[in-house]
């Protein structure tokens, strides 16, 4: 809405006026005329307002990151110790084995 007495001229009134048109949705298409023409929405002030998918990916992804890293880290073994192997060939799936030197 434009206020009386704005200092805006003309053609910034008729430019805005425009924006707020082509971008809302039509009553008999429920589509807006810029969705039509481009086949896309065009961006407003009010899409400033709600995050992004990709702030809010993004934000999700360092979360789960700093969950990670926090519960994972180097593992160390000794001699001795029991360990189980995957085995990628034929036969059983984990093979028991034990620690005999480290490098």
Not at 29 to 49: F, M, N, S, Y
Request: hydrophobic share 30%.
């Amino acid at each position: 809405m434009i206020k009386l007495g704005s200092k805006c001229s003309l053609r910034e009134r008729v430019n805005r006026f425009l924006a707020r048109y082509r971008s809302t949705p039509h009553v008999t298409t429920g589509v807006a005329p810029c969705k039509l023409l481009c086949g896309r929405k065009i961006k407003t002030h009010l899409d400033l307002v709600h995050p992004t998918v990709q702030s809010s990916v993004s934000q999700r992804q360092c979360k789960q990151k700093l969950n990670y890293d926090r519960t994972s880290g180097e593992r160390e073994f000794g001699i001795h110790d029991s360990v189980y192997v995957r085995n990628y060939g034929k036969g059983e799936i984990w093979i028991s084995g034990q620690i005999v030197e480290s490098t």
